[in-house]
């Protein structure tokens, strides 16, 4: 496929260039999309949305299917632009694009069952209806994606929002302006019967708020906290719902117990892959005095033998937004000025970050509670396990976490006392990859869910309808009902539920 730079007709005479963050090289030019571009995009999408919501279950999951089979077809093309562009390597792309893949497929299997009519118990004093309880399409769904995970994150609500009957206008991050065009020209290529379904517009900050004024259904973001409050204010001049995800700070907790070379295994790439520019990346670990010296020395081990770069062999690649390295410089600063060690790594060149593994950082360091996005993580003693769960909960940031433990109970029960929207037990990121679990946070990550029942239910509008079936001998809710119907309801009442205390 060719990419065509320009996603939507546009007469925005400003552009941005795309270029890659490994080499400088030109990824390409892209408009710079005004509010009457936006508009004009919304407007083409609320036709559109009709005509997708007519199709029904199985008019749209035909036409997802095609989707899915066009992005199978050409994973290797869109991984290699998703390699230039966001700068990851090329095996970590072509994991990015399976999981989307198979998130996709999901959502288009499940949606009929999720959301379609079904009968509801009437109750007591509506027994002569038939209750029915439908999810209905919000119209047209906003999305805001982000540039760590350019195709797997905003596809969590393309994917969604298409399988529940709605249109979708895209609005990629700036740095990765060529994997959301080519995303949307891979749709018109699959279905270019509902083309106008899925649209992209591109631009700087300005266009996503233009896309949030614009009246859309629902805007679903990602991105930092600070930006989705203003994302927040803007959509709330319309009373347009949002959904966020902003991030995370996420912990593992090591047990006693624990199978230690497993746990650091996780605990490295769960901080290291993707350069750590994984918002349910791991970044603080609290391993306990009875394994952390163990726990050190394994992860010490696995971290000396990894190292960033743009090459094939790298065991990652540069930081995909040039401002998030003075962001890990300050982390690892403060980390240091705060008494905290790196016992490898602590150094930035450039646009790479070595892989940096931090001790004896104290938990008020912005290393610890504030989202570093790099590749770093710190590692804590602790007493035990209950040190371990009150110190990973004691950010404003909850959205995914981890516990190795070697008891199933003990790990599900930490996993459960967690504050966090998700945790994976003897594994890391794992909840991410189950297309039938939500995914989302608390505090400061954010509020609603993609994924899932819930995700296909977050881009939809609950319908309920009665119907009558019969009529009552006396109708209730008359005013010509008989006086003594009252005094009959209270007794009916009270032998039916008067007996409890």
Same mark, same amino acid.
């Given at each position: 496929m060719t990419l065509v730079e320009s996603? @939507? %007709?546009?007469?925005?005479?400003?552009?941005?260039?795309?270029?890659?963050?490994?080499?400088?090289?030109?990824?390409?030019?892209? !408009?710079?999309?005004?509010?009457?571009?936006?508009?004009?995009?919304?407007?083409?999408?609320?036709?559109?949305?009709?005509? &997708?919501?007519?199709l029904g279950f199985a008019g749209r999951k035909q036409?997802?299917?095609?989707?899915?089979?066009? $992005?199978?077809?050409?994973?290797?093309?869109?991984?290699?632009?998703?390699?230039?562009?966001?700068?990851? !390597?090329?095996?970590?792309?072509?994991?990015?694009?399976?999981?989307? @893949?198979?998130?996709?497929? &999901?959502?288009?299997?499940?949606?009929?069952?999720? $959301? %379609?009519?079904?009968?509801?118990?009437?109750? $007591? $004093?509506?027994?002569?209806?038939? +209750?029915?309880?439908?999810?209905?399409?919000?119209?047209?769904?906003?999305?805001?994606?982000?540039w760590n995970y350019p195709v797997f994150t905003p596809m969590g609500s393309i994917a969604y929002a298409l399988a529940a009957g709605n249109a979708?206008? =895209?609005?990629?991050?700036? =740095?990765? !302006?060529? #994997? /959301?065009?080519?995303?949307?020209?891979? &749709?018109?290529?699959? @279905?270019?019967?509902?083309?106008?379904?899925?649209? @992209?517009?591109?631009?700087?900050?300005?266009?996503?708020?233009?896309?949030?004024? +614009?009246?859309? /259904?629902? #805007?679903?973001?990602? /991105?930092?906290? +600070?930006?989705?409050?203003?994302?927040?204010?803007?959509?709330?001049?319309?009373?347009? !719902?949002?959904?966020?995800?902003?991030?995370?700070?996420?912990?593992?907790?090591?047990?006693?117990?624990a199978d230690v070379t497993a746990a650091a295994d996780a605990a490295v790439w769960g901080a290291m892959s993707n350069a750590g520019q994984t918002c349910i990346g791991i970044e603080r670990v609290y391993a306990t005095s009875a394994v952390y010296d163990s726990f050190v020395?394994?992860?010490?081990?696995?971290v000396q033998g990894l190292r960033p770069g743009a090459d094939d062999g790298a065991s990652y690649g540069p930081m995909t937004m040039p401002a998030q390295t003075d962001v890990v410089q300050r982390h690892l600063d403060e980390a240091a000025a705060t008494g905290g060690r790196a016992v490898v790594g602590g150094t930035v060149d450039g646009g790479y970050v070595s892989p940096t593994v931090l001790l004896d950082v104290p938990e008020s360091s912005s290393a610890v509670q504030e989202e570093t996005f790099g590749p770093t993580i710190t590692i804590t003693r602790v007493a035990d396990a209950e040190e371990a769960l009150r110190l990973a909960n004691g950010t404003s940031l909850g959205l995914g976490g981890s516990v190795f433990s070697g008891s199933a109970e003990r790990g599900m029960?930490?996993?459960?006392?967690?504050?966090? /929207?998700?945790?994976?037990?003897?594994?890391? #990121?794992?909840?991410?990859?189950?297309?039938?679990?939500?995914f989302g946070g608390v505090g400061e990550s954010g509020f609603g869910r993609i994924h899932g029942e819930d995700g296909l239910r977050e881009f939809t509008r609950a319908k309920a309808i009665t119907r009558q079936r019969f009529p009552l001998p006396v109708a209730l809710m008359s005013f010509g009902r008989p006086a003594s119907a009252a005094d009959a309801l209270a007794r009916v009442m009270g032998l039916v539920h008067g007996r409890h205390r």
């Open positions: 996603p @939507v %007709g546009s007469a925005a005479t400003d552009t941005f260039e795309s270029t890659s963050p490994a080499t400088g090289a030109r990824i390409g030019q892209f !408009p710079v999309h005004t509010a009457e571009d936006v508009d004009a995009v919304v407007a083409r999408a609320r036709v559109a949305a009709e005509r &997708w919501a007519a036409r997802l299917a095609a989707y899915r089979g066009y $992005l199978a077809r050409r994973m290797h093309e869109l991984a290699d632009l998703v390699h230039r562009e966001n700068g990851k !390597p090329h095996a970590d792309a072509i994991l990015e694009i399976t999981l989307a @893949v198979d998130h996709l497929a &999901w959502a288009a299997a499940h949606a009929r069952k999720t $959301l %379609g009519p079904r009968s509801v118990a009437p109750g $007591l $004093l509506a027994a002569n209806h038939q +209750a029915t309880l439908e999810y209905q399409p919000l119209g047209v769904v906003g999305v805001i994606g982000p979708v206008v =895209f609005k990629p991050s700036e =740095f990765t !302006p060529a #994997i /959301g065009a080519w995303l949307a020209q891979a &749709w018109s290529a699959a @279905v270019p019967d509902a083309a106008d379904a899925f649209q @992209v517009v591109t631009g700087l900050g300005a266009t996503g708020t233009a896309l949030c004024r +614009a009246r859309v /259904g629902k #805007i679903a973001f990602t /991105g930092s906290a +600070a930006t989705g409050r203003k994302v927040m204010a803007t959509c709330a001049e319309t009373l347009t !719902p949002v959904l966020m995800e902003c991030g995370g700070k996420d912990a593992m907790i090591v047990d006693d117990d020395a394994a992860v010490t081990t696995q029960d930490l996993a459960r006392r967690m504050r966090s /929207g998700m945790t994976s037990v003897n594994s890391v #990121i794992t909840f991410a990859s189950v297309p039938a679990l939500p």
